[in-house]
């Protein structure tokens, strides 16, 4: 019998993409199925980075780049984080990766082993939990709460550190709740990180872009006490609705960076040419249909938002960023994964229970609202037929 290292018994998985295919599979089966669940943009991949993609094979660029990128790409990066944040970020700082995952995989690794711990997000994405687990590392969960409008609590964060702490992961705007944490937090937590000098952080802003009702997106880059152990996560996913393209960076401090792009020579090589083309053309080409995008994100935000607070036994609050919303469904007596289940067999609307967030996300479905009105609104009418009429087991 084949014998694998026991990481693999504890590395996890991200159950979105589970539930997709289980929606597909209902879809080829003749369902009319409604898709709130995956994190995906609706919206095509503006044409003029479409175009730098074809145009960029057509020159020939179809071979092996750099491991860490070609640099006008990484330039481009470094002149869109000054450009908006003010930041001075050099390009060999700046790492291309194959999506947003990588970085993540690459930050844990670096410092996940038996005996230390490492701070994440709870609900969170769930790769972090899994790549925690996959080093032998003790993962911590930081809760992120409902009252807090799920901005993390600087206070209760800094609460949590040991001696053992190694790495803490952050996330604003935040998937699956939607929650932007403001300066005057992140300030407090800055200001108490400088007590403990050898703990990294990760900051994962993929949703930098996308923040509402006047708010600012905070960059962690814009703190100087922490930038020599501060890793920064983002990427062209969502922003440009590219998340096939499989296109991300990295902002790494000193010598993490050496070590991330050893580990990306051993891993993937390099991120494939054409998209890095594409990716350039992205950030320095025109930003409308970012705008038009993020704009039609914010009004189904506000329709979401208004339906789920009228469905039976729900309540959401109103998610400041990303394309979220997290809805409390305590109050319908259900668990949220069976319900979830059971909305996507009886009534073809696809969520994701909270529990695939964490221990934390129990209570709550996510919904994403990356889907035209007319979709969302069919999907709250089945949601409200359905608790209406059904009961709880």
Same mark, same amino acid.
């Given at each position: ?17 589970a ?8 879809v ?15 919206f ?19 071979g ?10 990484r ?5 869109? $984080?000054?450009k ?22 690459m930050?844990?690794l670096?410092?996940g082993?038996?005996?230390?711990e ?17 080093t032998?590392?003790?993962p ?8 807090n ?14 001696p053992?702490?190694?790495l ?8 699956p ?11 407090r ?5 400088e007590?403990w000098p ?13 923040v509402?009702?006047?708010e ?25 609705a590219?998340?096939g ?6 902002v790494?401090?000193?010598k993490?960076?050496?070590y991330?792009?050893k ?11 054409s ?23 914010d ?8 339906g789920l ?11 400041k ?8 469904i305590?109050?319908?007596?259900w668990?949220a ?9 009886e009534?073809?609307?696809?969520t ?7 221990? $934390? ?7 994403s609202?990356?889907?035209?009105t ?6 709250l009418?089945?949601?409200g ?7 709880a087991a």
């Amino acid at each position: 019998m084949l014998k694998t290292v026991a990481n693999f018994d504890r590395i996890g998985e991200e159950n979105a993409f589970a539930v997709l295919a289980r929606a597909n599979a209902l879809v080829a089966q003749g369902r009319d199925i409604i898709s709130l669940g995956i994190g995906q943009p609706d919206f095509r991949t503006p044409e003029f980075i479409v175009e730098a993609a074809i145009k960029a094979l057509r020159d020939g660029h179809h071979g092996y780049t750099a491991a860490n990128g070609i640099l006008p790409l990484r330039e481009a990066v470094a002149a869109d $984080l000054h450009k908006r944040y003010g930041v001075e970020v050099s390009p060999e700082s700046v790492m291309i990766m194959p999506g947003g995952k990588p970085t993540m995989f690459m930050s844990i690794l670096m410092f996940g082993e038996p005996g230390a711990e490492i701070m994440y997000p709870d609900p969170g994405f769930p790769i972090y939990r899994s790549m925690i687990e996959y080093t032998g590392a003790t993962p911590v969960p930081v809760p992120i709460r409902e009252e807090n409008g799920f901005a993390f609590s600087a206070e209760e964060t800094l609460r949590l550190i040991t001696p053992k702490t190694r790495l803490i992961i952050v996330n604003s705007p935040a998937n699956p709740t939607g929650g932007v944490t403001g300066k005057a937090e992140v300030d407090r937590l800055v200001a108490g990180l400088e007590k403990w000098p050898d703990v990294a952080i990760m900051s994962d802003e993929i949703y930098d872009h996308m923040v509402y009702d006047g708010e600012k997106h905070v960059c962690l880059l814009s703190y100087p006490s922490i930038r020599d152990r501060l890793i920064l996560l983002n990427g062209w996913s969502k922003t440009y609705a590219m998340t096939g393209w499989r296109l991300g960076y990295a902002v790494f401090p000193g010598k993490l960076y050496d070590y991330a792009r050893k580990l990306a020579v051993n891993l993937h090589s390099c991120v494939n040419a054409s998209a890095q083309f594409a990716g350039l053309a992205a950030l320095t080409g025109p930003q409308d249909e970012v705008w038009k995008m993020i704009a039609e994100f914010d009004k189904r935000r506000i329709v979401v938002v208004a339906g789920l607070n009228k469905l039976p036994g729900v309540s959401c609050v109103v998610p400041k960023g990303a394309f979220y919303a997290f809805p409390n469904i305590k109050g319908t007596g259900w668990k949220a994964k069976e319900l979830a289940n059971t909305l996507l067999n009886e009534t073809g609307v696809v969520t994701i229970g909270g529990p695939d967030f964490g221990i $934390l996300g129990e209570g709550y479905l996510r919904l994403s609202y990356a889907n035209s009105t007319e979709n969302i609104l069919k999907a709250l009418d089945r949601m409200g037929e359905f608790l209406a009429s059904r009961k709880a087991a």
